[in-house]
């Protein structure tokens, strides 16, 4: 279950087949500051480039048919013939190889910029939106980590309780608990679970030791709980493990999970939180898991990292999954494979 990715459907032009071709005047005279299609002249420079119409069209993920019909148009547009037939083989007229040299050089302008404008953009901290309460318990001293580890990779972390739209580019991730059942993420999209955790009931260690002694079978829902935003955790867990769960359950609300741990470190009640949210009040023993003989482990959601799908391979972002996977996997005692 850890480590699954969701990838939306979309059209895969390698194994697809074009079904319909732009209909080309054959006759149309040509007028300054017009051009063939970009799709025939792409061919025609490719061909020649890699040495034959299979290899070009391996190269282009199209139909060698596709590829030949795309030279044919071009000569049909221009009026020029500019390739000779040999059998299977196809060679270069006059001005055919002196339209491919000056394509060509166009073809390797337009390459050499999309790879500046790529690897400027690439240059860039990674946009990564996050909830709050993960961002500031956990994420930000491990990200404090990655970049000692990466130098070259920087992040600008921004906690928020609203996801980022990605599709709007207002981030580029976005890092958040999906609660049960995660659906796949909208098309353009891609999503990555980084962990399941589970969650602990968690209190100071006076109060913890005291419920401990006291508590009966069904008699956790008589704890002085500790809420959120409000009491849905602590209902599930509750139900998970077997206790008939009032219609209202008494608690105090917090509205911040930074706020609901500090009143549980201060003793004034019972906290539900995975250990991603209390890793340094565990570490310094500010607050404990009340043990409980028959308490089931209980998780009701997921930590997905969510991008958009073309900064899936931002080489920031392609390290940071591999970083949190192995980090979160290790404090939840996941394998990774």
Known sequence: MLLTEWCPQRTNAKYGRQRHFAKVSMNSEHRPGRLPSFASLRAFEAVFRHGGIRKAADQLNLNHAVVSRHIRLLEDWLGIALVVRSGNRLFLTEKGAEYHARISAAVAEMVLAT???VESRNSKPLRLSCVPGFATQWLARNLAEFERAYPDCKVELKPTDTQANLLAHEADADIRLFVD??????RGLRAFELARPELLPLASP????ELERHTQPGSCVEWPFLHDTDD???RAWLHKNGHAVPEVLPGSL?????LTI?????GRGVVIASKFLVDGNLKEGSLVKIELPDARPVALGSYFLVAREDRWSHPTLVRLRAFLRQKMAK?????IG
């Open 254 to 258: 917090y509205w911040h999970s930074h």
């Open 206 to 209: 006076e109060l913890a030791a």
């Open 115 to 117: 790879d500046d404008l």
């Open 262 to 266: 500090a009143a549980a470190r201060d």
């Open 232 to 234: 849905s955790e602590w």
């Open 181 to 186: 059942p995660m659906t796949g993420p909208p």
């Open 331 to 335: 404090m939840t005692g996941e394998s």
